[in-house]
């Protein structure tokens, strides 16, 4: 029978305690930048303007159907080729989450938008608004509120994507596990106390964003 | 700034790209067959007139859907072999780690699928004399597996794109294969474009065939 | 002469190739009350939407005050319109648009929704805006409902809310849209009854609707839509009580239950 044993764990808790605090780094730097890409890239693909809306689909499509580990070392190790430049972790990592959860987002936009009523832009075309401020003032507050569960799905996603980055050595939680496994040569509770890191962070913010979006369904007039 | 591209590394490599796409395509099947089959008997537990088996579904859903599937299988491959004296190879390791996974997502599609349908279907059936299992096996089920069929096709696209991460513990499958060229020929550009747009052209048309089959569903409801 | 306050000179429309009217001429004078009748899928709602290029005509002009809208320009196979956004925008603060639907903003209170024109398209301060918001809501009977969400008001308070945010806009024109179909029949009056109280203003108003009473009692004119066109056209006593040709007369048999 094993025995268990986590005090080397403890002992090197703030290592894990660290990766944990890059892991939402990362993600947070991801959702940061994914958002407003993937609202962009909704636009652009609803613009009804083929010049925008085809390069728009094409990065939609690629990002949301290639595996992440390829993208992540494509960005890592290719595009430094091209760009003739240096190449961190840290740098890849966040453009190939942004650009690929704002791929994901991007539909997620979309969805949203055409859902709503075509008579909400249809009236506020009437009253004089532009199609900008019709976006803006009308659509789009009625549209984030129904992507809201969604929107908080991909980002948990997106969460458990950026572990991938262990793999070129930006110091995750995932990353960070695998050195003390190594150096304590207890892989068992290293791996398992990262699986629950992981677990917990995870359950509490899926229980965070399900609070919101109670909240919203409560304070929401908007259900008809 | 004018990289030349240059693909004959590729092409003299094709066979060992051949046996990487081999390695994918087994692992694929095996964690499709697996996540999706064992995801269904989940879903049904979830469901059941027992409450221990309720409790060990949803903690099997919970657990498995709110941990990275990387570390599921980093897990199974460097932490299992501790417990149980087996040896655990890279395949054994990626199944376990893809299909629990799978089998997670899959359990809570079934679950939303089998919701939908109205309850007058139950009572209709139960009202000819049908029992329970028979009412779900004959009446339940066949419709809400056409209902979900986007869902889980989804689904299947996800796990052939996890199936990447099984490279990690040195599976040989494509992006595998695709390492080893690259470092033995210094073109990771190519080697990473190369197999991208593989996985691209093999799921694309599965994409849109995806999307196809969802709005000819809802149509059709 | 006067201009008249709006001109459509040879409206055409389609949809792929199915023309729904072609070459509609129509003059409507400042107080005029219009009133289009026609059997469902004669084109209503659509010669009510070119008006204010919720859909664009094919061929023919839109002349709002003696201005036409868009410009011309001369092609290889003839001329042809351009609209530009600006001014098409511009043209719809002009024209007022009430929907069957009534189409509020939900996330926004009946207040919001009356002022939202006015601060995002003409920019007025929120202060002045709410003053103006609410004195509209007060015309329409609602000044008790401003905080209320669409959600908690019933269909003929929605519909009022709508009236009173087109108003707002001070619309030279308004349009009406079957603004009473989608509402229960013990709700109807208190719409119809708004309307009739803009009418007594004197404003300008074109409405499609199937209550041929109330069109009878409202209106100063009477289109009737059928075979692609402006089939038949009087006064509310030649075309509803005495049409003189067959589809009209069809049509208004049809409606005889209703008393005029
Ligand atoms: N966006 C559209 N695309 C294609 N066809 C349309 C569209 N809008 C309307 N039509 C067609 O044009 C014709 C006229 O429609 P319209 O809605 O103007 O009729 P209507 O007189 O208002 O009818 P109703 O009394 O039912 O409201 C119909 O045959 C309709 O099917
Ligand atoms: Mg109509």
Known sequence: ?224 | MTYRWDFTPLLDNWQALAMGAVGTVRLFAVCLVLGLGFGLIVALARRSRWRLARWVSIGFIEFFRNTPVLVQILWFYFALPMLVPVEITPFTAAIFGISLNSAAYSAEIYRAGIQSIEPGQWEAARAIGMSGLQTLRRIVLPQALRRVLPALTNRGIEIFKMTTLASVVAYIELLHQGKLIASLNFNPLEVYTVIGALFFLFLYPLVRATYALERRLARSD | MDTPLLRLAGLDKRFGDRAVFSGVDLDVKRGDRIAIIGASGSGKSTLLRCINFLERPDAGRVILNGEPVGAERQRSGGTETRYDEGSLNRLRQRVGMVFQQFNLFPHMTALGNVMEGLVTVKRMARAPAGERAMAELARVGLADKAEAYPAHLSGGQKQRVAIARALAMEPEILLFDEPTSALDPALVGEVLDTIQALAAEGRTMILVTHEIGFAYHMATRVLFLAEGGIYEQGTPDEVLKAPRRPLTQAFIAGHRRFSF
């Open chain 1, 1 to 224: 029978m094993y025995r268990w044993d986590f005090t080397p764990i403890w002992a090197h808790g703030d290592l894990l305690l660290a990766g944990l605090g890059n892991t939402l780094v990362l993600t947070a730097v991801a959702l940061a930048g994914g958002l407003p890409v993937g609202l962009a890239l909704a636009l652009a693909r609803l613009s009804g303007n083929r010049l925008m809306a085809a390069p728009a689909g094409l990065v939609i499509e690629v990002f949301r159907t290639t595996p992440p580990l390829v993208q992540l070392f494509w960005f890592y190790f290719g595009l430094p080729i091209i760009l003739n430049v240096e190449m961190t972790p840290y740098l890849a990592a966040a453009l190939t989450f942004t650009i690929q959860s704002g791929a994901f987002f991007a539909e997620i936009f979309r969805a949203g938008i055409v859902s709503v009523d075509k008579g909400q832009s249809e009236s506020a075309r009437a009253i004089g608004m532009s199609k900008a401020q019709a976006m803006r003032r009308i659509i789009l507050p009625q549209a984030v509120k129904r992507m809201f569960p969604a929107m908080m799905e991909r980002s948990i996603e997106l969460m458990k994507t950026t572990t991938l980055v262990a793999t070129v050595s930006y110091a995750d939680l995932l990353y960070q596990a695998n050195e003390l496994a190594q150096k304590t040569f207890r892989p068992l509770e290293v791996f398992t106390a990262a699986a629950l890191l992981y677990f917990v962070t995870i359950t509490l913010v899926s229980a965070l964003g399900a609070l919101v979006e109670r909240r919203m369904a409560q304070s929401g007039e908007m259900t008809r």
